[in-house]
């Protein structure tokens, strides 16, 4: 696992908050103990700071320890963050739901088919994210309503390629499943008609 403190102050100083797991090598220093419940796994809540040199010179803040016993894999977890208000079990919590959101965040790049963002202000790229996910939900109520056998993939196909037609919707997906089980060259001219 690589710890990078630079970009890690940089958060900090961004006012962001992170949570990651640390290396048993890094040397800390603690300067306060938080009180904690022991029986919800939380086995240490600690105020402290780096100690090495180059650590402290890229991470100059204090930072909180958070020891954590995962009963379901049977191991300890150390977690590092500058988030001093949530609760410590939050805290495990949330790198626990790490994966939840990197899946959340696949599943956007394969489904909502945004190539590039046309603006890179937290409002440009919310509104886009938005709007391709009100797309996908639209779809998938017509697939339901009209009991549509082709994919949300397909039927988003269909509708990129027609959207600037006067075709209703109905009759493009019809004429595209029908397609789809004639001849694959049904469109092509022949060249000699005999």
């Known amino acids: 696992m690589y710890l990078d403190f630079e970009p890690l102050y940089r958060l900090t100083l961004a006012a962001a908050f992170f949570v990651t797991r640390t290396k048993e090598n890094v040397l800390l220093q603690r300067r306060y103990s938080h009180p904690v419940d022991r029986t919800s796994g939380v086995k240490s809540d600690h105020t402290v700071v780096l100690t090495a040199p180059g650590s402290f010179k890229h991470y100059p803040a204090v930072l909180r320890r958070i020891r954590y016993f995962d009963s379901e894999h049977q191991l300890f977890l150390v977690f590092l963050t500058n988030n001093f208000e949530l609760p410590a079990l939050t ?3 949330l790198y626990r739901s790490r994966w939840q959101v990197e899946l959340f965040f696949k599943w956007i790049k394969q489904h ?3 190539k590039v963002f046309l603006g890179t202000s937290p409002n ?3 509104t886009q994210i ?3 996910i009100s797309i996908y939900v639209l779809v998938a109520i017509i697939k339901k309503q009209l009991s549509l056998s082709a994919s949300l993939y397909q039927i988003l196909q269909v509708v990129s390629v027609t959207i600037f037609e006067r075709t209703p919707i109905l009759q493009a997906l019809q ?3 029908a397609g789809e ?3 694959p ?3 092509q001219m ?3 008609d005999l």
């Open 175 to 177: 004429l595209q499943h």
């Open 91 to 93: 805290i495990a919590d």
């Open 124 to 126: 440009a790229v919310k």
């Open 185 to 187: 060259f049904f469109n």
């Open 181 to 183: 089980k004639s001849d």
């Open 190 to 192: 022949n060249l000699f």
């Open 112 to 114: 909502l088919r945004i």
């Open 130 to 132: 938005w709007i391709a």
